[in-house]
Nanobody
């Protein structure tokens, strides 16, 4: 069984873009929603965006709305986070997470049961 592993992180310049991937489906757990979070040293893990599996509805944090877009590629069974107009403040470890059962807390860490190891995004100034 393959682990939940994010990919697509790396180095970017200010104003650049990166596409992060999360291969979440086709595994031994059900999926209610898949979300993206990020964390920098000394700060709380921050909610970015989530997509509900049943109807593909999305929620995006105001802090990144208009720059970051979450989507699902059903053919490839992956969830993506497209990041645009990157800023140095976006530098963080980005995590993919799966909520395996219905929950009200889709904007909260506790709403999710399975987490990836994270992928580093570094934006130069």
């Amino acid at each position: 069984q393959a682990p939940l592993v994010e990919s697509g992180g790396g180095l970017a310049q200010t104003g650049g873009s990166l596409r992060l991937s999360c291969p979440a489906s086709g595994r031994d757990f059900p999926i209610y929603a898949v979300g993206w979070f990020r964390q920098t040293p000394g700060k709380e893990r921050e909610f970015l965006a989530t997509v509900k599996w049943s109807d593909l509805s999305t929620i995006t944090s105001d802090s990144v709305k208009g720059r970051f877009t979450i989507s699902r590629d059903s053919a490839q069974n992956s969830v993506y986070l497209q990041t645009e107009s990157l800023k140095p403040e976006d530098t963080a470890v980005y995590y993919c997470a799966v909520a395996t059962k219905p929950t009200y807390y889709l904007r909260e860490i506790d709403g999710y049961d399975i987490w990836g190891q994270g992928t580093q995004v570094t934006v130069s100034s």
